[in-house]
């Protein structure tokens, strides 16, 4: 049966992390230097080991979690380990760091260990998180089978557009080319690019639908109560007033038409969300990782110039 | 604009061959489409009936303007309208139109080609769409390496090559680029900022601990704990200056504040220090004796000052010695003293006043604070005439001129002198010889009467002790026993009164129920234990030893001047 790595054989890595931050605290509030607490008292230098070590350690398991078959322990219970020591970490370098904070190397190697901690336990939360929710975003269909469904549907869309006429074609035409999915590493994680795409594809649609009125040629069409693509904001709404209307006057054919293709393109638009949110969870379950490795090798760097430097001024 | 338009019907993938037809126009403006009417017709939904129209630009270059509202794509970019440049390609819907290189006198050539991607005309959504992380081309690896070498090459190499090379080091220094400064642990001792970031100075090899020559250099006047010789401890000897003094800890983070750096030796002296009579202290609280004061007193026969330290628990021994007689309740009555100008109420502060620097008082001043009270005039008669202050032997100058100016002067009222005296002169009457022989034998006796009088009965006795001696010439004389305070009370601790000025003095000194100058004031250890407390103080002034105490104290050895092991 599937066990997280957070409960692992009932909390064992909790424990033993929970029993080094108790004895650090312990250490820490017992220990009295003969100077300011600092990393370079006899507490300061052991946890300045501990810490340390623990840093190389926990970098280790980048080179681990690639090596399924090696060693007796299971990729499960390193990484189980790796989450609880690693936030042990943060307790045990503050502590070593005596609370003295300054505008140098040390603070830099610190701040990138915090970072790098918060970045693993924004990790934690996104695995927790997002894999239920891209299971009921997708409704038990793959990325390529949405990408499909789109094509479809814009086939679908473009076969009508084309029977209804040459200008609802070219503005279908035109939605098509325009529609985007994903793009940058902001566009993938923010989707405010897609807003801003999703208006246009609104107001298109009010401009097809006002485009539409001239071609039923019905008589009474130029005195109707026709909203402009900026008056209501509503355009959803808009289109179907425009709909009902249409619906009154002859051609009913295209009238008909007109109707399924907006239902169509009201159908896209939805699965066009569907699948940038999908994305967008996939993104965040990924991009803390992108802050997570290069920055740990940033740290790497830091604590290792850290612990030259201060020996270089002893 | 002649021009040649070649369709492509197929390729084989294989041998590479191309089937393809040509058509050639000679028209200004050439319609793309999927109408049959078009020029170049496109035959696929993704094309709209009139899609564009290509005719000759300004720059003898053709242009591209599009008809429908979909625009169309020219290298990757959605357009609605473009210039032409061979190579270019122009998507419109699933057709590709490539520009080729003008030649055998065509303007353009376009090279027209359906694209068999998928059925759909939005079928290459797929493709051009980035949906991972990694089609960003956002890589972890190469982030990785960049960050560590950066990290690595600005705080590490960089500073040491500054340290290695000090002219690279001093450029550093000015500049924003991390130098060795970025080392820098924390802030310095305030004092040592005038070091700044020359970090030599202190730390001048690399990789070695800071020696203590290098703390000496500027701190050559620092005395020693104790006789090395006869406290011969490896913690006096061989300890760094640093190993108590680590700077980098803020401002006045260099000064051991822990109850260790004296309870460590001085817990239990008798084992630590055999031979060296010091009493058992650790904590304010917990363990300390009883003060010890200094209390001075003056051998007439060696000529010299004799320093005795007695605890304060010895009530018998507390005796102040000064030859003073100042009894402190008297002056200090609530209902005040009788004084030239009316009744005064003293206060301490009417004659102690702190020094400039706060810790001590100014020394009494008889003229300043005693005089206006306790006058020094002698002659009944006379309320300005006065002796003066502190000199006996002028004192008696005084009264036997005086004495003489009067008896020759007459008209001095005392029915036991002669006639002569007592005698109002006219002005302008001269004495006969004899008159002034005996007005003068009256003078001789008289001043050494008043001297006896004042120095023994009346004036400096008041103050001060005094004995009758025998001058040379077997006159009488009288000599004032010098008055010595008490000066320093405390020579092994550290006291300020400005540190404690929001008391009052009577907090400390019961001068109010004092009637004798013999009273020792300075308060004994439980009073200050009302504030203060060691190590676990609870709702009391935290004080460790360093509190009072002061470490470098003999005043005979500096630090450096010893070192076993330099």
Known sequence: MHQSFLVYKGFRYL???????????????????????????????????????????????????????????????????????????????????????????????????????????????????????????????????????????????????????????????????????????????????????????????????????????????????????????????????????????????????????????????????????????????????????????????????????????? | MRTLVRYIKSKNSNTGAIVYHDERFDIDRITVGRATQSDIGLNDLSVSLNHAAISMGKGKKPVIKAISVSGFQVNGRLLKTADLQPGDVIEVGRWTLKVEKPADGFELILVVEKQGKGGSPSADLREKSKTTIEETGLGKRSWSWILFVAVMVLFLIVPAVGVMVPSVGKLLRASPVPSDGSWDSGTLALAHHIIGDQCEQCHEKPFRMVRDHACIECHKSTMAHADPDFYSLDTLTRTRC?????????????????????????????????????????????????????????????????????????????????????????????????????????????????????????????????????????????????????????????????????????????????????????????????????????????YLEVGEEIFRFRVCNVCHKVNKTEREDGLPSWEVVPVRLNQHWMRKAVFSHRSHETMTCEDCHDANKSDTSADVLIPAIDNCRQCHAGEDAHNQVESPCIECHKFHIQDEFRMGAIKADE
Request: aromatic residues 8%; proline residues 5%; hydrophobic residues 40%.
């Open chain 1, 15 to 314: 424990k033993v992390a929970l029993i080094l931050s108790a004895l650090s605290i312990f250490a820490y509030a017992v220990y009295i230097p003969t100077e300011p607490p600092n990393g370079g008292t006899w507490l300061g230098y052991t946890l300045g080991t501990i810490g340390a070590l623990l840093i190389l350690w926990l970098l280790w398991f980048g080179v681990r979690k690639r090596k399924f078959s090696r060693g007796s322990a299971t990729t499960q219970s390193w990484l189980s380990a790796h989450v609880y020591l690693g936030m042990a970490l943060l307790l045990v370098a503050t502590l070593h760091s005596g609370f003295q904070f300054a505008w140098n190397l040390h603070m830099l190697a610190y701040s990138l260990m915090v970072i790098v901690i918060a970045s693993g336990i924004f990790g934690i939360v996104a695995y927790a998180r997002y894999p239920s929710l891209i299971t009921a975003n997708r409704e038990s269909q793959t990325r390529e089978q949405m990408f499909e469904e789109i094509a479809n549907l814009d086939q679908a869309a473009v076969t009508l557009a084309a029977q209804i006429g040459d200008q609802a074609h070219q503005i279908i035409l035109r939605s098509i080319n325009r529609t985007k999915i994903g793009g940058s590493v902001w566009a993938q994680i923010s989707g405010k690019e897609q807003e801003k795409e999703d208006e246009m594809e609104e107001e298109q649609l009010v401009e097809l639908a006002t485009q539409m009125m001239p071609a039923i040629g019905s008589p009474n069409a130029p005195t109707m109560a026709m909203p402009s693509a900026n008056a209501d904001p509503d355009s959803e709404s808009t289109l179907f007033f425009v709909a009902q209307n249409l619906a009154g006057s002859h051609g009913q054919e295209r009238v008909q038409k007109l109707r399924d293709l907006l239902d169509i393109v009201r159908s896209k638009k939805m699965l066009v969300d569907r699948l940038r949110r999908d994305i967008r969870y996939h993104g965040l379950m990924q991009l803390w990782l992108y802050v997570h490795v290069p920055l740990s090798l940033a740290l790497l760097a830091a604590l290792t110039a850290h612990i030259i430097a201060v020996f270089f001024y002893w």
């Open chain 2, 242 to 446: 640093a190993t108590c003094h680590k700077d980098h800890n803020g401002i006045d983070g260099m000064v051991r504040r822990d109850p260790g750096l004296c309870s460590n030796c001085h817990e239990d002296p008798d084992t630590t220090m055999p031979n060296a009579e010091l009493l058992p202290a650790e904590d304010f609280t917990d363990l300390h004796p009883q003060f010890r004061i200094t209390l001075t007193s003056y051998d007439d026969e060696k000529q010299e000052e004799v320093r005795e330290r007695v605890s304060m628990d010895d009530k018998d021994l507390m005796v102040e010695k000064s030859n003073l007689i100042f009894p402190h309740d008297k002056h200090l009555k609530p209902e005040g003293i009788d004084s030239p100008s009316g009744t005064r109420q003293l206060s301490c502060v009417s004659c102690h006043k702190p020094e400039p620097g706060g810790a001590r008082m100014e020394p009494i001043n008889m003229v300043k604070h005693c005089k206006e009270c306790h006058s020094l005039t002698f002659e009944i008669d006379d309320a300005v005439r006065e002796v003066p202050h502190g000199k006996t032997r002028e004192v008696l100058f005084v009264l036997e001129e005086y004495y003489a100016k009067r008896a020759l002067e007459g008209g001095y009222i005392d029915n036991s002198a002669p006639e002569v005296v007592r005698k109002r002169r006219r002005p302008g009457e001269r004495l006969s010889k004899d008159e002034r022989r005996e007005a003068l034998e009256w003078a001789s006796q008289k």
